[in-house]
């Protein structure tokens, strides 16, 4: 894969296949501007640094390094052309339905969304003037460092999993208590779409709405950790001040939130992992988000991830879940139906169905 990546952006002819992009030997080479080490954010009246606005954590880039890459940093000219490729690969997605394509097989899949639907972003994460292959820059090699008995625990919770007894059976993000894929966080990941965030500051809180799923999170600076039989969906978030870097410690999560799947990220956290974010405003149109894991029951080592959260155009507007959804209550009654036709055929309902 990483030969003919190398092939790939020597020839181009395998990256890019229109015209749109014949030019594409003359992509530049230069890096991105490094951010300015003297830049001042714009303050509060008690002084603090504003984080106002709307942010995006869109990007192609994802938590774990693929194997596209062997290095933390890509060089500027190869991710341009993959980042040409990507929005070819989406135009190309966009195009109208032929009408006289006649209709899918039966039994053919059909997927959830067309891709009109789909936002992960257009570029690579750029930190300091720098593209990104993935999030993670410790442990190396950019991935998460799972545990031998880490990887015990994901297994032991994915057991009955699928089952469709009860709602309370399916996943988070299914029964729309909290987005999918680590949204809300902490730590907050990119997904496929909904990527924005929003601050509002006081000097005794800052919250922070996450578009997918309104998921909203109330960071009390100066606090203490509540008390363990309180396990909020988000976990319990205290803050404070390091100059000018706001830095949130997270734990307590709900158990119902461990696995927080994707099709770009997937991270297991328990109850009693601790999350470490650091917020810095490195520019008018970037805040540096960093965070560091730390769980000895799942990971050999605390690791560390950071990403820029870019300045976008809002509002945000109401991730309505549930409005119009029929999915949950389409799958539990699939389920019994599924029961009803083994009960009376004399055979056992198969497994995936509960």
């Known amino acids: 894969m990483r030969s003919f990546l190398r092939t790939c952006l020597i020839t181009t002819a395998c990256v890019l296949s229109t015209s749109s992009f014949a030019n594409a030997q003359s992509v530049s080479s230069e890096p991105p501007p490094a951010w300015d080490p003297n830049y001042e954010p714009e303050r509060l009246s008690d002084g603090t640094p504003s984080f106002a606005g709307v942010w995006s954590k869109a990007s192609l880039t994802t938590l774990e390094r ?12 190869p991710a341009r052309i993959l980042e040409m490729r990507n929005q070819q690969a989406t135009a190309d997605a966009n195009r109208p339905t032929d009408p006289d394509a006649g209709g899918l097989e039966s039994g053919g899949g059909v997927e959830a969304y067309n891709n009109f639907w789909m936002d992960p972003g257009a570029h ?9 292959s993935s999030f993670i820059t410790d442990p190396e090699n950019g991935q998460v460092p799972y545990s031998e008995n880490g990887r015990k625990i994901i297994a032991q919770s994915r057991l009955g999993r699928g089952r469709a007894d009860h709602p309370e059976e399916r996943s988070s993000g299914e029964r729309c208590t909290v987005g999918f894929g680590s949204t809300g966080g902490p730590p907050m990941l990119n997904v496929l779409y909904n990527n924005n965030i929003q601050f509002f500051q006081d000097e005794d809180v800052v919250s922070i ?11 009390r600076l100066g606090g203490e950790f509540r008390s363990d039989e309180l396990k ?16 949130v410690e997270t734990t307590n999560f709900h158990p119902d939130h461990s696995a927080r799947g994707s099709i770009r990220n997937f991270l297991f956290l328990k109850s009693d992992s601790h999350v470490e974010e650091r917020f810095t405003r490195v520019s008018e149109d970037v805040i540096l988000y960093q965070f560091t894991v730390t769980d000895p029951d799942l990971f050999t080592q605390p690791w560390t991830a950071e990403l ?24 539990l009654a699939g389920a019994r139906r599924e029961e009803a036709e083994a009960a009376r055929a004399g055979a056992p309902a198969s497994s995936g169905s509960r």
């Open 124 to 132: 690579y994460a750029i930190i300091d003037g720098e593209f990104r």
């Open 209 to 219: 709405l996450v578009e997918m799923n309104h998921d909203a999170r109330m960071v």
């Open 308 to 331: 820029p959260l870019m300045k976008t155009d809002g509002p945000i507007y109401e991730y309505a879940c549930h409005e119009g959804n029929y999915s949950l209550p389409g799958i």
């Open 232 to 247: 909020q969906w988000l976990g319990d978030s205290v803050g404070h001040w390091d100059g000018d870097t706001l830095v």
């Open 66 to 77: 693929p194997d596209l890459f062997e290095e933390l940093v890509i060089p500027p000219r």
